[in-house]
């Protein structure tokens, strides 16, 4: 029997049918596999591809959010650091230095992710009848040693530099994140930046409040971001420089440096400038790189940073390629499978066996109708043939019944095997499976969206929240309480801020307490490690309880009372300190990302209340300052009831006025003399008042400090004008004939001046007693040799 073989006699092929069968069906259906495999690799790989994009771009977009809040709550501070300021033209520089000084101190101390806090106010802001429109008074706080320190300087007293920061904030008169630069700290340098707010008096520019802050504790958030195997992230700033980025080494350094071609085709560092959010791909070394430009502008600032996430192509498109090759892999087996069947069953069917070859023929078309079957009672191979083509025929059936099933979307139809050695109905199982898992991981990726979206909706509603009632801590918490209840579903919620009146025996007090849709109002005050708040505020971790004890809480409504089946308490942290603790209440158990969420706004409220307290306790301190000043215009009154008693003497002083005049001519006389001594002497002469500061200099001393005119001494003290140690030696010499109320006479010294040079003479000082005994200056002559 030579059915399936080829016959080459007569130079001539010929086919037998079964081979003609098998060449014909393997052909045709390896085609369509191939079609239905090129469709399907081509469409997954697109799907993937769009899909890849849009989860870069959330992952980029939630990435710079949390690096944005970063920044906000810098810029949140110098911003209320600098409306505080406001009052500086109001007050003399002592009042307000007691009340700013302290909080600086406090800030600096309790802030260790501040390098600096600082503050410049224009000398035209609060200096009476200054006309010029430079000059300025600066104030920086830090930590030296582990003490705080705070440097007063006086600068651009003689014009502004217009290539400085400074001139840049003063003229654009707004918000300003600083490019970075470096930043000695603790013996190292560290990448660092400057975040600013102006000091607007009547909308005029009149200063600035800002922070210098650390770069380094981006590089660990941009280390934590990785959404696919492979990732490399960069924080980039406005000029280009990389803050931060998935390789260390690469930090400090400049994009046109490290990535020098992305930077000549896609101009990153213009597009950081202009706040573009931009995608685009790139091929490094021969690989597809998909890449997200966010940008990420914190406060009002004219400036931005940008967060690129650049992910492998290859790894977003590896599932997609794997479902492929199963894919690709089971058609290899059907195709398989079909040929051995049709060649088995050529095999078996003899010529005279039309109907039988009529039925094969029609089966290997795909044509497996149940009335076509062949009822054959031969007793021989001829009637088992004809079974087992019957049996094929309804396997086949069955099949395809259940292939159109799954082809419909019904899943969960159930398949029985024709036998173990059923591998096409192994393979529909198989594929059945996979199309189950690819349903379910589709439905856990939906879910997990709707969840990043609530989580993000979420944080959006309380970014507004938290920006309401920023000097009432009672109707903030309110408004907080209010919108978390509601948007996690709970039943009940309360919050308990932290209160600090005694410092030694901190408390923590209900501020707002929320239930079924209505405010509760009520006063609770809990103590540290008292129940599980005074726990969750000693431990600062989250606690979460699914088996609340019976007498634990019970929540009443018009249907009855209920105990809660699941409480969830929250430490309010920022900075490492506990601001206080939300507690919530639920008849259904937190999802994880609830809980994740409720942590996270955690942190954002934590920081709001903080800087509420602080502005809190600045208005305390105005309205005490208020006070003052209201006591100040009493005793103006008082001094006016003075003046009038003070006018029924004026006889008497009219009298005495021809006295004075005589005086007052011989004291012109002296000041003559004094004023020419001072204009013409080569001795160094000069008059302190009883501050330590220069009340007259002469022209030699003038000469020797470099400065234009004897004016510009008056005021200052030796620190502002001559090297530190040469200042220490004047100032102790006067200080010490200040105190005894004794003359130095002929003193050996030796002094630097600004100009460089060091004179060597002697000194002498000549302490000023008024008639009344008490001390109005000393007057010193430096003698040359």
Known sequence: MRIGKINFNSGKIQMRIGA??????????????????????I??????????????????????????SELDMDMGFSRALAH???????????????????VLKNQVLNNSRYLTIWYSIEYSAFRPGYTKDYGRRSVTAYLSNGQVSIDI???????????????ASKTCNCEMLLDPYTFEYGGKEVLATSLSVPVRVGGRFAGLGGVDISLEKFQSDIEKIKPYPGTNVSLIAGDGRIIADSNPQNAKDYVANVYPQLEAKFSLTQKVKDKQNFAFFSDTYGKEYLNILTAIQPGESPNSWGLILSIPMSEIVRDARRSVLSTIFVFIIGIILQAFAIWFISARIS???????????????????????????????????????????DGLNHTEKFAREIGEGKLDTQFKLLS????????????QRSLIRAREQEEKRKEEEKQQIWATEGMALFGEVLRQHNDNVNELSYLIIKNLVSYTGSIQGGVFIVNENDPNNPVLEMTACYAYNRRKLMEKTVLPNEGLVGRCYVEKKTIFMVDVPRDYIKITSGLGEENPRCILIVPLIANDVVQGVIELATFTPYQKYQVEFIEKLAASIAATLASVKINMRTAQLLSQ????AEEMRAQEEEMRQNMEELHATQEEMERKRHEQETIQAQLREDKTILESLLLNSSDLIFQKDADGRFRRVSQTMVEHL???????????????????????????????????KSPVIDRKIALAFADGKEIKGTISLYPIIADNGGLLGVLGIIRQK
């Open 420 to 431: 173990d050695k059923d591998k096409l109905g192994k393979a529909l199982t198989e594929m």
């Open 84 to 102: 505080a300021l406001y009052i500086y033209p109001k007050f003399d520089t002592i009042t307000l230095d007691s009340i700013f000084f302290n």
């Open 625 to 628: 300052t208020q006070q003052q």
């Open 706 to 740: 470099g400065l234009a005119s004897p004016d510009e001494a008056i005021g200052l003290s030796e620190f502002e004008l001559m090297p530190e140690d040469s200042a220490r030696k004047l100032w102790d010499l006067t200080e010490d004939v200040s105190r005894k």
């Open 351 to 393: 010529k005279p066996i039309k109907r039988t070859t009529e039925l094969l023929n029609s089966i290997a078309e795909g044509d497996i109708d149940v009335n076509k079957k062949i009822y054959l009672h031969t007793g021989d191979e001829l009637e088992e043939m004809s079974k087992s083509a019957n049996k094929l025929i």
């Open 153 to 167: 300087e006086h600068k651009n007293v003689t014009g502004d530099i217009v290539t400085s920061n400074y001139y």
């Open 43 to 68: 469409r997954v790989n697109s799907i993937a591809r769009d899909n890849a994009i849009k989860i870069a771009q959330a992952e980029a977009q939630k990435s710079a959010f949390r690096l944005k």
């Open 20 to 41: 003609k069968l098998l060449l014909w069906v393997l052909t045709t259906t390896a085609a369509i596999m191939l079609v239905i495999g090129l469709f399907i690799s």
